[in-house]
């Protein structure tokens, strides 16, 4: 395992040779806002390594260096997450990057497989995933763990191959070119404060609700990415809801709301809980944030709606792409309330060619449905 910043550099020039290289990281996060970079894997054609971030005085530049080298494809799989500690520690984004998950959805794997069965259903071979959970942070790693850590990027080689072959021979690789656009945009990792109300249920009924909701979930996320805790270890989701409907403006409204812990509302956070909360309060009613609303559905268009999702299942396995990957729900009743008008991924690049185009035939009565011969298809009018 490499441990000093010299045998890094080495691995990481022999690593910048290959057209492509594939990578993991194993993290923790269980007690912190930011995970914990315990260990990278990087593999190439001819080469496997196992990077040990914790060790005294290593600096990771030379492997952030290659994660900016845009000669060498990073492969992922599931790649977010590993792409978002990249991003945090290193202030970049890897490209060019190619995740096998997404990739497995467009070969028609089904949604969201995971990478021990990608693993067994391109090459056969059982994946021992006991070691998954298990302390990265403790040192030394046992035998088990490093092996473990090794087939997560070994592996992955024969699955990129196979992958990228799928997609080439179908000549689906612009649509992957596509979807890993967003993975490489950095709206995707860096969400400013004033938008983490965005990641919570809308629980709430009233403009002024909603505008506490907004305050109290900025003030959240500040404190817990300044203290580098969960934000639940801040507030729990359920304490900003009472919070948003109740709307405390003192210490004493404040106690009294069940999901407070006894004497909080007299700390040093209680009273910059406060502190956002009227500042919500304070603000004229002609400034108050709109409650985002789900827009009516006009007569006829949620039957529309079920005759796109059968349509979309249809087109899914004749053409061997997840569902999940070509539209939505929301999408589907979108184009079957605006038709042309619907501003979703459904209608926009390779997604209108293979479902967009028969979906508004369908709503406008040029493409029908039948049931023949025990199949489904889609017929022209």
Not at 32 to 53: K, N, R, S, Y
Not at 54 to 82: C, G, S, T, Y
Not at 96 to 119: H, K, N, R, W
Not at 259 to 284: D, H
Request: charged letters at 25%.
């Amino acid at each position: 395992m490499i441990q000093t910043t010299a045998a890094l550099a080495d691995a990481c020039q022999i690593l910048a040779k290959s057209d492509y290289l594939t990578i993991d990281t194993e993290f923790l996060r269980e007690t912190t806002f930011w995970p914990e970079l315990c260990l990278i894997q990087m593999a190439g054609p001819d080469i496997a390594v196992l990077v040990d971030p914790l060790a005294k005085n290593i600096d990771l530049a030379p492997f952030f260096e290659l994660m900016a080298n845009p000669q060498v494809i990073k492969v992922f799989h599931a790649a977010r997450q590993d792409i978002e500690i990249i991003y945090n520690r290193g202030n970049l984004i890897p490209h060019p990057i190619f995740d096998t998950q997404v990739a497995a959805m467009v070969c028609g794997f089904g949604e969201s497989v995971s990478y021990d069965q990608l693993v067994q259903r391109t090459k056969g071979v059982q994946i021992d995933k006991s070691s998954r959970f298990t302390d990265w942070s403790r040192r030394p790693l046992t035998d088990k763990q490093l092996e473990y850590a090794l087939a997560d990027v070994t592996h992955l080689r024969d699955v990129y191959q196979t992958l990228k072959a799928k997609l080439e021979g179908e000549g689906r690789s612009l649509w992957l070119t596509e979807e890993m656009a967003i993975l490489e945009s950095a709206g995707t990792y860096d969400i400013h404060p004033d938008d983490a109300w965005k990641r919570l249920k809308m629980r709430v009924k009233k403009p002024q609700e909603l505008a506490v909701l907004q305050k109290v979930a900025a003030w959240r996320e500040r404190e817990a990415r300044g203290r580098n805790v969960p934000r639940s270890r801040i507030l729990k989701d359920d304490t900003i809801y009472e919070i948003a409907q109740q709307q405390p403006a003192d210490a004493e409204a404040l106690g009294r709301l069940r999901t407070i812990p006894k004497g909080w509302e007299r700390s040093q956070s209680g009273a910059a809980l406060l502190e956002a909360i009227n500042t919500a309060l304070a603000v004229p009613k002609t400034d108050l944030p709109r409650l985002p609303r789900q827009p009516q559905l006009p007569e006829g268009a949620a039957a529309a709606s079920e005759l796109l999702k059968v349509l979309l299942k249809l087109i899914s396995e004749r053409e061997g792409v997840a569902a999940k990957i070509i539209a939505n729900s929301d999408d589907l009743e979108r184009i079957a309330a605006e038709g042309e008008n619907a501003d979703v991924p459904a209608l926009h690049g390779w997604r209108r060619e293979l479902f967009g185009n028969t979906a508004l035939n369908l709503i406008d009565g040029k493409v029908g449905l039948r049931f023949v011969n025990r199949k489904l298809e889609a017929v022209e009018l």
